[in-house]
């Protein structure tokens, strides 16, 4: 009991705090702020054409540039989907219930952002969240003070703008600098200021709050409730304002670049000392992919990657920080690009050069077509399919159940989305061109009863037999 | 009832089992109750393989006359759920018991309707008579984790039975009328009414022999899968009742490594022809290859696409996929050994390395961060070649303790982890 008191006045200890800070900068004019500042946010649908069906989506987006570009978060668009199938962008202002067409430029590797233009008309009725970015280095908040953003209600309420304030309570490395606010301070997406209208952030993706759910009879509950709406996290503002250039030269975000060491893992602090690798960071790699730039450098499994150009790995917690950070340092270069990698090999330091590569083709990417009557989309196989499953990346023959629609003869008869179909009839198939080929064959075929395909799924393999009577 | 039945009454026991268990991170001891039946004057009892496992510590057998013996396992095989105990017949001397001995009666015989009883201790209730009929004589299931994760029914079908079948029956048998035993009482679905199943008579007597004299069943295995044809002969243009479908081929094992694939048709082993129209039919099939010696060559006639061919495959032992276990109680983990099986199934790279299978919070191994499921590879950079690499570094870490290096796998995804005293 003590110690739910005492964590009752240490929250109203911090109130009251915040109050003070805020009374000490009511000079500005907040209202007049808020007017001008809301004109750099935007609610942007589009629709996901899958095989049975249009999805909407919405995501909050921030304007960046006077050409009406919008970036949104990573999570905005689902990785699997490939760019035709994603239509019907519209930009709405808030409070406004009618859209207006908008471009998809492609999402950028390494901030993750997708970026978005607004059509000619909305353009002027815009402000990029750069102009209240203010001269100099970009405004980096302090603990404590206090910060605003903006949240937008849905569609149903025509994107109405509403405000939400709370204060700085902690600063992370992870490995990009993050604040973090004691409540939500804005939409995810949706860009954060200080009580004199300088942009302090940008709104990323909410952490989780763990609360325990009790029942009158059963034991209290962990539960991870995550606020998919307004978020308390945001990236400070210079972590995003030297990126907002980055838009994609192509809709399908290529170039992309490779390194093909997979499987990275932190290395913590007591490995460290364990390897007398005192006050050193590292990331051990799993597996080095076959045909890869890392393999061509000579990295192997079971290295340790301790430096980059020279330069050791910085010491970030929490441990995984570490993985995200050389992650983003692939990212962010371009293909063809070369740098060094010091690792430990056993008990040895090696100097790995290695020049990126570009990314294998993508499930995304892949050629696709879907069968209505047999109920099935057949994919191309691409790289990743490969390793998923280990197989050997050069030899790709037979084509990926896609999607499977439920009820559907290829649904009846057991095939799931990510079966690998090796035959059909009996016959191996050679590569999509020749499955397409014959499954086109089968579904013209008004006579045809059922047709057999032969199934890799995980380590298994099966005979499923398709009725189509 | 005829005397048969109230001698078969007589040879029907209950088992009480101490048995240890390693889930949990630690040694644990946990207690189980099943039934069994003498099957000779000399004290051996047939029973379930799992409600007397190779872990059992303490075995305690009832007799009719309400006495309790001690017995040890003599045997144990979980392909077909049945072990066999010996009781201490020095005890039984001494005391001056007389054993009756149950006979078996002929499985094949059975038909459909026919009127079967089970005997056994259901939820603890001593010398419980049931009555059902036979629902039918030529089940087949296969379980992959059935008996307490190990796999099952490959090698045999199953009697199905009406007669209520309880928790506690398992190893009780399944007789008829005039007190011959048919099956030994196996399992019931849950949820369902009156779905019992038992082993019949005829694998019963089979592995009772084995498992007394050799104390385990040794099958060969080259690593199909069979698969019913049902009505694909059309498809592939097959004869009625020809062949087998190979559904799939273990990798590593050595049919694949003859070269042999899925999709392919077995029509014969050895010149025998084989016949795999219906499920029933596969268990047959299965023990055709089992029944070999380990290491024998096999010819594989093997229809593919047109053309038919011949492969010539070398059977191995078949092994579990459920390796040894052990508990490192310093550290808070119990561990069981990568099994050949195992290590193919998850496309490991080798046999190398132990499996968690618990985690005792707030221990070492929980605190560095392993998770059941993980692989452990290397203790102090040595590969766990074996669980005597594990037991040493453990033995080293209890004697003097002092910071410990794992090499772990999970997924695909190595980690580096320090246990720290």
């Known amino acids: 009991m003590t110690s739910f008191r005492r964590l009752f006045r240490a929250r109203f200890l911090v109130i009251t705090f915040a109050a003070v800070a805020g009374s000490s900068a009511a000079t500005t004019d907040l209202p007049a702020l808020w007017a001008e500042r809301v004109k750099s946010v935007v609610a942007v649908e589009y629709v996901t054409v899958t095989e049975t069906e249009r999805r909407p989506t919405v995501s909050m987006g921030t304007v960046v540039d006077a050409a009406g570009t919008i970036i949104l978060q990573s999570v905005a668009i689902d990785p699997r989907a490939a760019l035709r199938q994603l239509k019907d962008f519209r930009v709405y202002l808030p409070g406004e219930g009618a859209g207006a067409p908008a471009e998809y430029l492609g999402q950028d590797a390494f901030t993750g952002w997708h970026f978005v233009r607004a059509g000619q008309e909305t353009r002027a009725r815009l402000t990029p969240v750069t102009a209240f970015a203010g001269p100099g280095e970009p405004r980096r908040p302090a603990i404590a003070e206090a910060v605003w953003g903006i949240g937008l209600r849905p569609k149903d309420e025509d994107f109405q703008p509403y405000i939400l304030r709370s204060s700085v309570a902690l600063l992370q490395a992870i490995p990009q600098l993050t604040a973090i606010a004691q409540q939500e301070v804005a939409a995810p997406g949706l860009p954060v200021f200080d009580l004199q209208g300088a942009l302090v952030g940008l709104a990323g993706p909410s952490g989780g709050q763990t609360f325990l759910q009790i029942s009158r009879t059963g034991r209290p509950v962990p539960t991870l409730l995550i606020n998919v709406e307004e978020s308390s996290a945001f990236l400070v503002a210079a972590e995003v304002l030297p990126h907002l250039g980055r838009i994609p030269r192509d809709p399908s975000g290529r170039p992309l670049a490779w390194l093909g060491a997979y499987g990275l893992e932190p290395m913590d602090r007591e490995v460290a000392k364990f390897l007398n690798l005192q006050a050193q960071s590292g990331a051990v790699v799993s597996e080095v992919l076959e045909g890869s730039p890392a393999e061509a450098a000579g990295l192997k499994p079971r290295d340790i990657v301790l430096a980059l150009n020279g330069a050791p790995l910085p010491q970030l917690k929490p441990d995984r920080a570490v993985v995200a950070f050389l992650e983003r340092e692939v990212e962010r270069r371009a293909p063809g690009e070369k740098f060094t990698l010091t690792v430990l090999r056993g008990t040895e330091r090696v100097e790995i050069a290695a020049a990126l590569g570009e990314q294998p083709k993508l499930a995304r990417e892949a050629e696709r077509r879907y069968f209505d009557r047999l109920g099935v989309t057949a994919r191309e196989p691409v790289y990743a399919d490969a390793i998923e499953r280990r197989q050997r990346p050069g030899v790709l023959a037979g084509v990926v159940a896609h999607f499977v629609k439920a009820g559907s003869p290829a649904a009846t008869a057991g095939l799931r989305p990510d079966d690998w179909v090796r035959e059909i009839d009996g016959a191996e198939v050679k590569d999509f061109a020749d499955a397409t080929a014959r499954l086109a064959l089968i579904e013209a075929d008004a006579e045809r009863a059922e047709f057999v395909l032969l199934v890799a799924r995980g380590n298994e393999t099966a005979v499923l037999r398709v009725k189509l009577k | ?421």
Not at chain 2, 337 to 362: K, M
Request: charged content about 20%.
């Open chain 2, 1 to 421: 009832m005829s005397r048969g039945f109230n001698r078969l009454l007589e040879s029907v026991v209950s088992i009480n089992v101490r048995e240890l268990a390693f889930e949990s991170g630690a040694r644990r001891y946990t207690s189980s109750l099943g039934s069994g039946v003498l099957m000779s004057e000399d004290g051996v009892v047939l029973t379930n393989a799992h409600v007397v496992s190779r872990r059992a510590v303490e075995i305690n057998v009832t007799l009719s006359n309400l006495e309790r013996v001690g017995a040890r396992l003599v045997g144990w095989d979980h392909w077909t759920d049945l072990a066999v105990l010996r009781l201490d017949m020095d005890e039984v001397k001494r005391r001056g018991f007389k054993l009756a001995a149950a006979r078996f009666g002929e499985s094949e015989k059975l038909f459909p309707g026919q009127e079967v009883y089970a005997v056994g201790t259901p939820h603890g209730l001593t010398r419980t008579v049931t009555r059902g009929i036979v629902s039918n004589p030529n089940r087949y299931f296969e379980d992959n984790r059935g008996i307490n994760g190990y796999e099952t029914g490959m090698f045999n079908t199953w009697l199905q039975t009406d007669a209520a079948i309880n928790p506690g029956n398992s190893g009780g048998p399944l007789v008829t009328s005039d007190g011959r035993v048919v099956g030994i009482s196996s399992r019931g679905y849950l949820g369902a009414n009156n779905l019992g199943f038992a082993i019949p008579a005829t694998t019963a007597r089979v592995v009772l022999e084995s498992l007394v004299r050799d104390g385990a069943v040794v099958r060969s295995y080259v690593g199909i899968v069979p698969g019913a044809l049902q009505d694909l002969e059309n498809f592939y243009a097959l004869a009625l009742n020809t062949g087998v479908l190979v559904s799939s081929v273990d990798p590593g094992s050595p049919a694949a490594k003859a070269g042999l694939r899925p999709g392919d048709i077995l029509l014969s082993i050895d010149g025998a022809r084989v016949d795999g129209r219906f499920p029933e039919q596969l268990p047959p099939i299965q023990n055709l290859v089992a029944s070999r010696p380990i290491g024998s060559e096999l010819r594989l006639a093997v229809k593919r696409g047109a053309e038919t061919r011949e492969f010539t495959v070398v059977t191995e032992r078949l092994e579990s996929r459920v390796g040894e276990e052990w508990a490192l109680e310093k550290w808070g983990l119990s561990v069981r050994r990568v099994s050949r099986t195992y290590a193919r199934e998850n496309q490991l790279e080798g046999t190398d390395g132990a499996v968690v299978i618990g985690v005792q919070p707030g221990f070492p191994g929980d605190v560095a961060g392993v998770a059941r499921g993980d692989i452990l590879l290397k203790v102090n950079q040595q590969a766990v070649g074996s669980l005597e690499v594990l037991k040493q570094a453990h033995a080293a870490y209890e004697a003097a303790p002092a910071p410990t290096l794992l090499e772990t796998q999970r997924n695909r995804r190595v980690s580096l982890l320090i246990l720290k005293p």
